[in-house]
């Protein structure tokens, strides 16, 4: 006899499954909350496990790892862009957890984020895609995608957040601006250079940086913010303008949300998708508004 499967399915990254604050997180929440546990060790079994669970009439899937498990428990689940039966938790174990601090669910309390994740209630939120590919949190590209995508995995791990912007000061010495074009969905086209883009889903990337402060998870809309690759003469009037990123007046900072829009670049353009990295010269965005139910903490309810 087959045995029934268990309505709430945690899938718990590799890595982080023999942490023994991640072991009694999942004692105790264990002890009045009935959920299976799965430890996916190739990217394809945790796929596979996902649709599999939503196919047996699991009623949630967690997420516990880092922004780039929730990206991998999101691709999964939203197959073929239809929204799933089963609703989305999150059991932030990552290094940045950008994703949970904007939704605002605290990292450093497992008992009290496996509980939500499990038991509250869910929110129908936008989901980004990226030439097909989905992303919950956001799509950084050119100069932070780089870093990311450099940054030693030991580094990480020892310093956290900070190896990102401690990389950054590294980088920063050699950078080279990408020159192309953004075309919005009315065929209207921007040309320009660039250091930095972000395109937020949510607000926070790269270890907690507020790269869009305007976006709202619920709105239909991509906020995208492009930093030009034309250096200001003061770093203040850079960092004057992302205080008001939506000012007219704003002469380095480009910031616009937007149901859908194009990216070209004269060369390949490096770009960190939930922590995935990818590289492309054509990136095509949309929102898909309200495609995912996913627990959210108090402070995005």
């Known amino acids: 006899m087959t045995k029934k499967r268990a309505a709430i399915c945690l899938i718990l990254h590799k890595k982080s499954c023999t942490r023994p604050e991640v072991k009694a997180a999942v004692k105790h929440v264990r002890q009045s909350v009935d959920f299976e546990v799965y430890i996916p060790w190739r990217g394809k079994d945790l796929r596979r ?77 936008d989901i980004g895609s990226m030439n097909g590919q989905y992303f919950i ?28 912007s401690i990389m950054g000061f590294v980088k920063a010495f050699q950078l080279q601006p990408y020159k192309g074009r953004l075309i919005l969905a009315d065929g209207a086209v921007k040309e320009g250079s660039m250091l930095v883009m972000a395109v937020g889903n949510n607000r926070f990337a790269g270890g907690g940086y507020d790269v869009a ?22 770093l203040g009037d850079l ?21 859908s829009f194009t990216i070209e670049t004269d060369r390949p353009l490096h770009v960190n998708l939930d922590g995935e990295p990818i590289q492309s010269r054509r990136l095509e965005f949309r929102a898909c508004p309200k495609a995912l139910s996913v627990v959210l903490g108090t402070a995005s309810a």
């Open 213 to 234: 402060p305007k976006a709202c998870l619920t709105d239909g809309l991509l906020d995208i913010a492009v930093v030009s690759g034309e250096r200001p003469e003061r």
């Open 49 to 125: 496990f996902v649709r599999q669970a939503i196919a047996d009439g699991a009623q949630r899937i967690v997420a516990g790892g880092g922004d780039g498990t929730l990206n991998a428990v999101v691709n999964a689940m939203l197959r073929k862009g239809k929204a799933p039966k089963a609703s989305l938790g999150i059991l932030p174990l990552g290094t940045a957890n950008d994703f949970a601090r904007g939704a605002g669910i605290a990292a450093g309390d497992l008992i009290s984020a496996l509980e939500l994740a499990c038991s509250g209630k869910p929110t129908s939120i």
């Open 239 to 259: 960092t004057e303008e992302l205080k008001d990123p939506t000012s007219p007046k704003n002469k380095h900072l480009f910031y616009r949300q937007l149901p």
């Open 137 to 164: 949190n956001v799509a950084s590209g050119g100069f932070g995608a780089e870093i990311t995508a450099t940054t030693p995995q030991d580094m990480k791990k020892a310093l956290g957040g900070a190896a990102y």
